[in-house]
């Protein structure tokens, strides 16, 4: 296959890789000559390693570079089968984009975005050939994560989902298919695993690294605010602001003001020196380090009970078969289990006991128990 890709940053490059190796002739596109430059650099580089690391042959180092062409306009594009988009987040700048591509491509080649969270239909709504769009979701460093969500769009052609989903297989990587619906799977599941840890903090119930603490133990590789300062709050802050303000303020999905104010002081998390953790050593504050062992399990219980329904409502809703939510969970965010097999594990009656207890609580329809979760019990 010839596949475009627009877009030479970390993304566009890290996907340029995982297709190249899958034997593809890929064109990095990018007006932008220094990124450019830098993104070929990086994958000279990145084989070179590879190579040297004794995971490819010097044959394949030469091959898999020399299958990548870097381009600065779209005319190389004309016989291109697919054309996937990682540029900025702004969906008017990719309306924009997937129109003047059209102009260039042939009416057969499939048009893909690689958006985390906007909406394929909108996007697709640009085109002139709508049902040929579709979404295309990689999880960053692409080459090492597994999951690609591929989200059709009301317009997409009925057929082209499980054509793309077996391209995707034959790039090494596990697709999902979910609806296109804010977040998709993984960014509208996963956002309890922050939010309630941040509703605990803004409640003083505990401090961070008891929260973090809480979670490592049940099996999660990094805690919810050690996470977020390791993703920035630029980018996380505005995924669970963006998801909140698509599903019409489902409280449900309610940023915390304590997030926005760290990423309105610039303390962007690890990259910026500081988030909810300092990580300049001189200033580390040692007693906001000190874990409360006493609050553990009810912290863990009530971030997973969260996380569990979510998944379920996600079921309910139709967002994604199970298979695709349990795969989406484990290999999208590296969750120690799936959460619909943790709900099992737990127990139904268990997890519904629990959240009916916050919603008693708060009398907050953040709380609200998924139907799923009640049939389930009842049968």
């Known amino acids: 296959m010839k596949i475009g890709i627009i877009g030479s940053g970390a993304m566009g490059t890290g996907i340029a890789q995982v297709l190249s190796m899958a034997s593809n002739q890929v064109v990095l596109i990018d007006s932008n000559a220094l990124a450019l430059e830098k993104a070929q650099n990086n994958l000279k580089n990145t084989f070179s390693k590879l190579k040297e690391k004794g995971k490819i042959s010097a044959q394949d180092e030469q091959r898999f570079y020399q299958q990548i062409t870097f381009e600065s306009d779209y005319q190389s594009l004309q016989d291109a089968d697919l054309i996937i988009e990682a540029i900025i987040e702004d969906i008017q700048v990719k309306k924009k984009l997937f129109k003047e591509l059209e102009s260039w491509v042939s009416d057969s080649c499939i048009l893909a975005t690689n958006t985390s969270s906007l909406s394929i239909?909108?996007?697709?709504?640009?085109?002139?050939?709508?049902?040929?769009?579709?979404?295309i979701h990689f999880f960053n460093p692409a080459p090492l994560m597994a999951l690609v969500e591929i989200i059709p769009a009301v317009q997409t052609d009925a057929q082209l989902a499980n054509k793309v989903k077996n391209w995707v297989s034959t790039w090494g990587k596990l697709p999902v298919i979910t609806k296109d619906t804010p977040g998709f799977i993984v960014n509208r599941v996963a956002r309890p695993f922050y939010s309630e840890a941040l509703r605990?903090?803004?409640?003083?119930?505990?401090?961070?690294?008891?929260?973090?603490?809480?979670?490592?133990?049940?099996?999660?590789?990094?805690?919810?605010?050690?996470?977020?300062?390791?993703?920035?709050?630029?980018?996380?802050?505005?995924?669970?602001?963006?998801?909140?303000?698509?599903l019409y303020y489902d409280p449900r999905f309610k940023p915390s003001l304590s997030q926005k104010r760290l990423l309105e002081a610039g303390y962007l998390g690890k990259k910026s020196g500081r988030g909810f953790y300092r990580y300049n050593l001189e200033n580390?504050?040692?007693?906001?380090?000190?874990?409360?062992?006493?609050?553990?399990?009810?912290?863990?219980?009530?971030?997973?009970?969260?996380?569990?329904?979510?998944?379920?409502?996600?079921?309910?809703?139709?967002?994604?078969?199970?298979?695709?939510?349990?795969?989406?969970?484990?290999?999208?965010?590296?969750?120690?289990?799936?959460?619909?097999?943790?709900?099992?594990?737990?127990?139904?009656?268990?997890?519904?006991h629990t959240l009916d207890q916050l919603y008693h609580y708060y009398h907050e329809d953040r709380y609200r128990l998924s139907p799923w979760i009640r049939n389930k019990i009842a049968n």
């Open 284 to 352: 580390t504050d040692p007693e906001s380090n000190a874990i409360d062992h006493s609050k553990l399990e009810y912290i863990a219980n009530r971030i997973l009970a969260m996380l569990i329904n979510e998944a379920a409502d996600a079921l309910f809703l139709n967002i994604a078969t199970k298979e695709d939510l349990e795969l989406a969970m484990t290999k999208g965010v590296n969750y120690p289990k799936g959460l619909m097999a943790w709900g099992e594990e737990i127990g139904w009656q268990q997890v519904a």
């Open 121 to 135: 239909a909108s996007i697709a709504a640009a085109c002139n050939l709508p049902e040929r769009f579709i979404g």
């Open 200 to 246: 605990l903090l803004d409640e003083s119930y505990a401090n961070c690294a008891t929260i973090d603490a809480a979670m490592t133990q049940v099996g999660f590789k990094m805690g919810p605010f050690t996470l977020m300062d390791f993703i920035g709050h630029d980018v996380n802050y505005l995924v669970t602001e963006s998801v909140y303000q698509a």
